[in-house]
């Protein structure tokens, strides 16, 4: 006897308004507003201003990474990227307000 996997949509969000919204591109607008925003927002100050509450950071007399290293580091990722590190999360592992399995059920929308 095989068993299936049950699909899981999304078949109704509440929008920044606080209005409940069921058509399906609505939906799919919402969310991807969302995404955008948790995924894109800025860090507010400096680095300096960010770093300030930690009480100490080592300094070394050699660069813990070096240009080659920090090449690879500052490239922009790709969407197989963002896939395969989504999927490697558990599905209830949580990230910000949703589990690794809300972004894992809903892939196609992103």
Known sequence: MGLHKRRRLITCIQNKKGVFV?????????????LKEIWTKEQEG?????LAGIKHIPQTSQ????????ELLIQPFSMEE???AVFEQPKERTTGEFGAEFYQ???NVI
């Not at 069921?22 to 969302?34: D, R, T």
């Not at 660069?63 to 920090?70: E, H, I």
């Open 82 to 84: 963002l896939r395969k």
């Open 63 to 70: 660069a813990n990474v070096n240009q080659q290293q920090n």
């Open 105 to 107: 059920v809903n892939w």
């Open 22 to 34: 069921k058509q399906p591109l609505l939906v799919a607008e919402v969310l991807e507003s969302h």
């Open 46 to 50: 400096t680095m300096d201003d960010q």
